[in-house]
């Protein structure tokens, strides 16, 4: 962004009393003041429709009346808001809903963690686990993977400018190719397995695996339902554990409640947060298949891992899952961007891209990787909130709340149509 830009007025408590390390508010230049589901204003009464939601924390949307409701009826109520790991109604409706709705129907009988309440938390827990389970430290994890800004979490996270943020070596990890790294004619997983099997490779059988069904900060890459089934065989068949990063994907981003559903697999360990706090609330839980839940009591805690009133903003979100209408809603949507995104490379050939994502994160990718930064710029100027994806940052990424109205998504849309005119106008 033009630096001139970040000295306008309003910004300068900002500017002058802020860490310089803050990054969204160099993109978005105004001061927000309300939200309403996918739309929010600024102080000077601006209206901007939303594809951003939070990075996939507001997938609800802002402000949901459902959830905000009970929220302050139990706050109202004097309920518990912060509790540690004790005891509390709240926790035991949550644990109950997450069974019933999540767990059950499915089959699987997973415990449920609370670390700190982010995704890095769920993301550290996962790998603490899995060494102390198998004795292993290596952990496996894949090109343009992105798994959070701790150390452990940063190790197993593709991305350079971010490794280098750590300050020192980012140790015990290996990454591998995702699904389609080398293009669509080479076998990755066979690649994976060689390596593996092989004496002389020097790769370790690591403790775990890694993975994210789609990269969401990778530039919208998706893994093929038989390669993540490939890649659970790989795993069963070495006794390696399988770590599902959902972090960003879960909890209906990509249709349905997990971004792997379709894949018909069975993570030995699962990581949930954004948007399992239903309301924007920090949140986040590590899944763990029973046999693998040999922590000591308080080998692994945060302060913050007990938030009550994510608890409950989490157990009346969940209720748009206890059916399929919600997720039909999804498609429904998913369908109309993924007509406007596929409409582009027909429309501004001179682009050169490709569409990519599932669900209600889509977007798409440019040749040359400086025009999804500008579409976004542009985009923001018109009145909507989108970022982008990416090595590169390449990709310009749409993601609105699951929730938004298809008014509001056919109107975000055309703003988007209207920003790519003016792009392809610049470019001429």
Known sequence: MNNQLLELPELNVFNDLESEVRSYCRNFQTVFEKAKNA?????????????FAGAGALNYGHNNEQIREKLIDYMMQDGITHSLDMATNAKETFLTQFQEVILKPRGWNHKVMFPGPTGTNAVEAAL????????????????NAFHGMT??????????????????????????????????????????????????????????????ALQGEGGLNSASRDWLK??????????????????????GRTGPFFSFDDAGIEPDIICLSKSIGGFGLPMAITLLKPEIDVWEPGEHNGTFRGNNLGFIAATEALNYWKTKDFQLDVEIREKIIRKVLEDIPVKYPEFRGETRGRGLIQGFAFERQELAGRLSEIAFDHGLIMETSGPHSEVAKLMPPLTIELDTLKEGLKVLERSLEQLSAEER
């Open 151 to 212: 150390l452990g979490s940063l190790a197993v996270t593709g991305n350079s400018f971010k490794r280098e943020g750590a300050g020192i070596a980012l140790t015990h990890s290996v990454f591998m190719p995702y699904d389609g790294y080398y293009g669509d004619d080479v076998d990755t997983l066979a690649y994976i397995k060689k390596l593996l099997d092989d004496p002389g490779s020097g790769v370790p059988i690591p403790a775990a695996v890694i993975v994210e």
């Open 230 to 251: 490939g890649l659970e065989q790989l795993c069963k068949e070495r006794d390696i554990l399988l770590i599902l990063d959902d972090v960003q994907m879960g909890c």
């Open 128 to 143: 603490k686990i899995a060494r102390k389970v198998t004795g292993r430290s290596t952990i496996l994890s894949f090109t």
């Open 39 to 51: 739309q929010l204003w600024d102080r000077n009464g601006n209206k901007y429709i939303d594809f």
